[in-house]
């Protein structure tokens, strides 16, 4: 029996800069605030924005109506290069004793060491 890890299979993380490629928003960008690893889904900030109703509170007395990105799945959406600033698929390198992604594309490495 062969098990696949979504997450490690993707290799996003917050902070990440990523394109959605797929569905409504397709070529969308923004920025990672929240990675789902149980649910292979990552939250982006500004892409699919729903309305959530919200009570009465405090800050908000009257109640209203606030937009919240919903998840989106990790499939759909592409690792945005910082150098080449192009949708890219990582490779794994080592540098010194650490491990970290590099770009496809360009070669640059994604993450500082
Ligand atoms: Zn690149």
Redesign the pocket.
């Known amino acids: 029996m062969k098990i696949r890890s979504k997450v490690s299979h993707y290799k996003l993380k917050k902070g990440d800069t990523v394109e959605v490629i797929t569905g409504v928003e397709k070529g969308k960008r923004g920025t990672i605030i929240k990675v789902l690893p149980q649910k292979g889904k990552v939250v982006i900030e500004g892409v699919k924005l729903v309305k959530r109703h919200m009570r009465p509170s405090q800050k908000m007395p009257q109640g209203g109506i606030v937009e919240k990105p919903a998840p989106i799945d990790i499939s759909d959406v592409m690792l945005v ?1 910082p ?2 600033n ?1 949708k ?1 698929r990582t490779r794994m390198v080592t540098v010194g004793d650490n491990k970290t992604r590099s ?1 496809k ?4 490495l994604i993450d500082e060491v």
């Open positions: 290069c150098h080449c192009q890219t770009c594309k360009c070669g640059e």
